[in-house]
Nanobody, 122 residues
Framework: QVQLVESGGGLVQPGGSLRLSCAAS????????MTWFRQAPGKEREFVAQ????????YYADSVKGRFTISRDNAKNMVYLQMNSLKPEDTAVYYC???????????????WGQGTQVTVSS
């Protein structure tokens, strides 16, 4: 079965950095685009970043463009999110998801991990 395990979250000061990881199994990883979403308290889950199965194309939400970088290692079935210049508004639970390139609504995904909490606060 599909398994997605996110890790790497924590408490960081504004301006700091974190690197999130997602370990994937139970599906053909190198045929799947991988996507990061996040959900802040009281808000809907929102798209953050997506990477093509080849790693050759990426797409970012405007709110994180220039600060976050998504990458993947198909040999290890891993996807990463490097987050720099973090802001308090980046505070959320972050989730990874597997699916088709171009699908950026959380409603298009049926499998979710437990997520990893990112808190940006001084």
């Amino acid at each position: 079965q599909v398994q997605l395990v996110e890790s790497g979250g924590g408490l960081v000061q504004p301006g700091g950095s974190l690197r999130l990881s997602c370990a994937a199994s139970g599906f053909t990883f190198d045929d799947s685009a991988m996507t990061w979403f996040r959900q802040a308290p009281g808000k809907e889950r929102e798209f953050v970043a997506q990477i093509h199965w080849s790693g050759g194309s990426t797409y970012y939400a405007d709110s994180v463009k220039g600060r976050f970088t998504i990458s993947r290692d198909n040999a290890k079935n891993m996807v990463y999110l490097q987050m720099n210049s973090l802001k308090p508004e980046d505070t959320a639970v972050y989730y990874c998801a597997a699916g088709d390139w171009g699908r950026r609504s959380p409603n298009a995904y049926g499998y979710w991990g437990q997520g990893t909490q990112v808190t940006v606060s001084s």
